[in-house]
């Protein structure tokens, strides 16, 4: 486990979170922003001598984490992070964690920085086809292989990028979601839980079966976007989220 060199204090806040007036997140150096969402601001930055991305959680959902869960956000995002990227046949599929900060003030993680757009964008303008697709079961299946679920699996939450040999790849980033078997979003999922009713993969396979199915969330997404972004291209690391239960 890799955390970040702390060389000094630095407290932000909610507001100043989503500003460029920050140039420094212990050691990596800020040289830009690559979008916000509900969680977090992303900046792009350099690092151990490579360009990544920086997510620096905001003040509210570092607290709300912290109601609902006794890991602090960063960590918990890193360690899920990694646990995905490591299981076998996964890595090609999941941005790779290099290191996270966890101090007074300041909650972040560093990351492989993407170059794409989201599924969501490249599936509405045609861009993707069936073979995309299989990558995206596959995902779930080596996922579950390796005893993880509750991936978040959504459009809005998977950048697609071109490999070296020029196939379109779908790749997760966004790991800060408590996997609801650990914290049901609602009774009525816990006394299923509790009955056997549903299992762990559950959420995971409504998912994936309605994969394509944007009724429920377009709106939101096109309300985050607009808020967000406006008409900017290629800001495409916000975090959307949709009530799929």
């Known amino acids: ?20 007036e920050l140039s420094a997140i212990g050691d990596a150096r800020i040289t830009g922003k690559l979008g916000e969402g509900v969680s977090c601001v992303v900046y792009k930055a350099e690092w151990d001598g490579r360009e990544v991305a920086l997510k620096l959680y905001k003040a509210g959902s570092i607290e709300r984490h912290a109601r609902l869960h006794d890991q602090e956000l960063a960590r918990f995002e890193y360690e899920r992070n990694l646990a995905f990227y490591e299981a076998p046949g996964m890595a090609r599929y999941v941005a790779r964690p290099y290191a996270y900060l966890s101090t007074a003030g300041i909650s972040a993680l560093i990351q492989e920085k993407l170059d794409g757009r989201l599924y969501y964008h490249r599936y509405q303008a045609g861009e993707l086809t069936e073979a995309v697709f299989e990558h995206v079961r596959k995902i779930v299946e080596l996922s579950h292989a390796a ?13 697609v990028v071109e490999s070296d040999d020029g196939e379109l790849m779908p790749k997760l980033f966004d790991f800060n979601f408590i996997p609801f078997y ?30 394509h199915d944007f ?21 495409d690391y916000q975090i959307i989220r949709a009530p799929f239960f």
Do not use: C, W
């Open 1 to 20: 486990m890799r955390r970040l060199r702390h060389r000094r204090r630095q407290v932000y806040s909610e507001e100043g979170a989503g500003g460029l």
């Open 182 to 211: 650990i914290h049901p979003p609602n009774p009525g999922v816990a006394i299923l839980l509790k009955l056997g009713l549903i299992d762990r993969r559950f959420r995971d396979l409504r998912k994936l079966k309605r994969f």
């Open 215 to 235: 009724t429920r969330f377009r709106r939101k997404i096109g309300i985050l976007l607009h808020d967000l972004f406006g008409n900017i291209p290629g800001q």
């Open 147 to 159: 005893g993880l679920y509750d991936i978040d699996l959504h459009s809005g939450n998977m950048m």
